[in-house]
């Protein structure tokens, strides 16, 4: 079954160092679709990044960048020189391509420190 | 340039009442999505819709009924709320290609009491 797992409730991290967020996801399906969303305290949902699963190399977009670790079933994102404004809730989802639902995880809470 | 719309914003509702959550998009996506949002449990899919006319279960169905009368609203309906139903809930669209993002609107946080 289509499965989403952020194991990291909250975590810390200096300004200006970088972080990883976890993520791990279970599906049959071949075809899938990876992606992490940021909400700020503000409640908005803000897509960060994609990574689909017969992508070659990990997506980075600006500071973000995703370890995609097929084998593992892992899609950690890699926030770098974080920042104050970087402080929010961070979710990861996967879309499979059979059944069209994209699905998401707990959430992990992300507090920088400055 | 309005994107994901959904009303209302806020709602209270006593135990038992029935109310219809309304979203609308306006970038022509072919898929529209439903979760609620609550406290360490993340956003949960309640239904889906991969086109006009067609809906599926998500994760935490019971006690909603959605339509999808056209290619731009979703409706989302709670018939008899519970205080369960305590919630945020988001409205998503997304164009069903690989590699494109899903949308969502700015959330209705709904309160059963």
């Known amino acids: 079954a289509q499965k989403i797992t952020q194991t990291q409730p909250g975590m810390f991290v200096q300004e200006k160092e970088a972080v990883t967020l976890d993520c791990t996801y279970d599906t049959s399906d071949p075809s899938y679709g990876l992606f992490w969303y940021k909400q700020p305290s503000s409640g908005e949902m803000i897509f960060l990044i994609y990574q689909g699963s017969y992508d070659q190399q990990n997506a980075t977009e600006g500071r973000y960048s995703l370890n995609f670790q097929k084998a593992r079933k892992s899609a950690n994102l890699v926030i770098s020189a974080s920042q104050l404004g970087d402080s929010a809730m961070y979710f990861c989802a996967m879309r499979e391509r059979n059944t069209g639902k994209l699905i998401f995880g707990q959430g992990t809470t992300l507090q920088v420190k400055p | 340039n309005a994107g994901v719309t959904q009303t209302p914003k806020f709602q209270v509702l006593k135990t038992g009442q029935s109310m219809t959550l309304q979203c609308a998009q306006d970038?022509?996506?072919?898929?529209m999505y439903w979760y609620r949002q609550d406290p360490g449990m993340g956003l949960r899919l309640i239904y889906y819709s991969a086109s006009e006319g067609t809906t599926d279960k998500g994760e935490v169905p019971n006690g909603y009924n959605v339509s999808r009368l056209n290619k731009r609203e979703f409706s989302l309906r709670l018939e008899s709320a519970a205080p369960s139903q305590t919630s945020v809930y988001f409205c998503a669209s997304r164009f069903d290609q690989a590699g494109t993002e899903a949308f969502f609107g700015q959330g209705t946080r709904l309160t059963v009491v």
């Open positions: 970038m022509n996506h072919n898929s």
